[in-house]
C-alpha cells in the first residue's frame, strides 16, 4: 500500500512489535507529518515497560507522542476486555485527530493477523460484510489504513531482531487472544498464499451477492416492510439472511442482531424459506418480527400487549390512550352518538368468536379480507355490548 506523504497520519502504537515495525516502515516512506499514540491501559504489569519502549523510540526518531494513561479498577469491568479496550483506544485517537485536524489513522495489523480473522469467521460462520481485515476502513471521522496487511509475522519479527529494535511481548490470554493463539498454532506462513486467493475469492463473490441483495432491497423495501416473493424464498439461505440483515439496517433496527450471532437471522430466512403460512413471529428483544402474507414487518412488543378496556363514559377515553388508533376509536364512539358502554380492545383471540362485522363473525371477515396481522396485532377494535358488532372500519 502507498501512503500519501503530504498526508497527516495518527499512528495506534501499542510497543508491540507489529506497530514498532510500522514505525520503521513509515520511517522508509519517509511519512513524517505523523502523531504516535500510545494506550497504557495498566492491565499487564509489563504496560510501563512497554509504554518506555515506545517513548524511547519517539525520543530518539524525534516523532511526536500522546499517551493515555488508563485508570480503571479492572475487577469492575464488566464487559469484555479486548472490546472495552478497543474503544477507549478508538475514541482516543478520534480525540487527539479532532485537537489537531488529523483525518487519518495507521494500524498494524499484518498479514497473519487478517488470516487469523479469516479462519475465525469461517469457524463462526456469522454473517461478514468482508473476509479477513480490510486495508482501509473507515471509523467516525477517521480513515484507517492497515498499510502492514499483506506482511508476514515472521518477517515482522525477523526485520527487528536483525535491526535490534526493541519490541513488548505480549502474553495475555483471554478469551479472544485464546481462541486467537488456538488458531495460531495451527497455522503455517507456507500456505498463506492459498489462504490468501481463498480470501480473494470469497471477496469477490461477497461482492456480486451483495450488490444482489442491495437490488432485491431497494425494489422491495416498502416504508418498515420488506415484500416477500417468490424470488426469495427460492434463494439460499445466506442471501435471504443477508437481505433481511440489509432490511434491518435500513429501516435502523439493525442494533437488534448485533452481538449475536446469526442465529436469529438464520431462524427468520429458514421461516422465510420454509414455512407457507400466512402468518408467523419472533421476538427478540423488545420487538417483534412477523410476516404477515407476503410482507415482512416489525413492532414493538408492547403495541402487543393484549388489553380490553371497557368504556363507559367520556371520562373512560384516557384508560384507551395507549392504542396506536385511539384516535380513531374516540371519533366512532362519538359519532355513534356516544351510547355507552362500549369495548374497547386488541385481543383478537378475545373478540375473534364473540364479535361481528356486518353479519360475518369476525374471524370469518378477517379470514375472507385477508386482514393484514399488523393490524390484527397492534390495532384496536370497538364494539358496544348491545350487539357485539364492531363499529370501526378494518382494512
Ligand atoms: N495500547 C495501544 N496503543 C496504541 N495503539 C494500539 C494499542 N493496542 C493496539 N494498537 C493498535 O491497533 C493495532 C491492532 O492491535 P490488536 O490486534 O491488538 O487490536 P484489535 O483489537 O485486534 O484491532 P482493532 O483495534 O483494529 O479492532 C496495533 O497494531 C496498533 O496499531
Redesign the pocket.
Known amino acids: 500500500m502507498k501512503l500519501d506523504k503530504n498526508k497527516k497520519y495518527i499512528i495506534?502504537?501499542?510497543g508491540?512489535p507489529?506497530?514498532m515495525y510500522?514505525l520503521e516502515f513509515l520511517k522508509k516512506e519517509q511519512i513524517k507529518n505523523v502523531i504516535v499514540?500510545?494506550?497504557n491501559?495498566h492491565y499487564r504489569k509489563e504496560s510501563n515497560y512497554d509504554q518506555k519502549i515506545v517513548e524511547d523510540y519517539c525520543a530518539i526518531n524525534d516523532l511526536k507522542l500522546k499517551v493515555l494513561n488508563v485508570d480503571q479498577d479492572y475487577k469492575k469491568l464488566n464487559s469484555n476486555f479486548?472490546s472495552w479496550a478497543?474503544e477507549v483506544?478508538y475514541n482516543f485517537f478520534l480525540k487527539i485527530a479532532k485537537e489537531n485536524n488529523f483525518e487519518n489513522l495507521l494500524?498494524?495489523?499484518n498479514l497473519n493477523?487478517s488470516i487469523e480473522t479469516f479462519i475465525m469467521q469461517k469457524q463462526r460462520n456469522n454473517l461478514v460484510s468482508f473476509f479477513g481485515i480490510k486495508k482501509i476502513s473507515k471509523n467516525k471521522i477517521l480513515d484507517v489504513y492497515r498499510p502492514l496487511l499483506n506482511v508476514k509475522k515472521s518477517e515482522i519479527l525477523k526485520f527487528l531482531n536483525e535491526n535490534k529494535i526493541k519490541y513488548a511481548l505480549d502474553d495475555t490470554n483471554n478469551d479472544e487472544k485464546y481462541k486467537r493463539n488456538k488458531i495460531r498454532k495451527s497455522l503455517n506462513e507456507n500456505d498463506f498464499e492459498l489462504i490468501v486467493n481463498e480470501i480473494n475469492f470469497k471477496n469477490l463473490e461477497l461482492n456480486k451477492i451483495m450488490n444482489k441483495v442491495d437490488s432485491f432491497i431497494k425494489s422491495n423495501i416498502d416504508k418498515e416492510s420488506l415484500n416477500l416473493n417468490q424470488n426469495l424464498q427460492t434463494s439460499e439461505l445466506d442471501f435471504i439472511q443477508r437481505c433481511i440483515f440489509e432490511w434491518l439496517k435500513r429501516i435502523k433496527k439493525d442494533f437488534l442482531i448485533y452481538n449475536r450471532s446469526n442465529k436469529t437471522l438464520n431462524e427468520i430466512a429458514k421461516k422465510i424459506k420454509l414455512s407457507n403460512k400466512a402468518f408467523w413471529e419472533i421476538q427478540i428483544e423488545n420487538f417483534i418480527i412477523f410476516k404477515d402474507y407476503n410482507k415482512l414487518k416489525i413492532i414493538n412488543k408492547n403495541l402487543k400487549t393484549k388489553k380490553t378496556v371497557k368504556i363507559n363514559s367520556e371520562e373512560d377515553f384516557k384508560k384507551i390512550i395507549f392504542f396506536i388508533n385511539y384516535k380513531e376509536i374516540v371519533g366512532v364512539i362519538k359519532r355513534d352518538g356516544l351510547l355507552f358502554p362500549y369495548v374497547v380492545t386488541n385481543d383478537y383471540n378475545y373478540y375473534k368468536t364473540r364479535t361481528k362485522v356486518g353479519n360475518k363473525k369476525t374471524n370469518r371477515f378477517f379470514i375472507d379480507k385477508k386482514i393484514n396481522n399488523y393490524n390484527r396485532i397492534a390495532k384496536a377494535v370497538v364494539f358496544s355490548t348491545k350487539d357485539y358488532k364492531i363499529l370501526n372500519k378494518i382494512k
Open positions: 495506534g502504537v501499542s508491540g507489529d506497530s510500522l499514540c500510545h494506550v491501559y479486548e478497543r483506544r494500524l498494524g495489523h493477523d
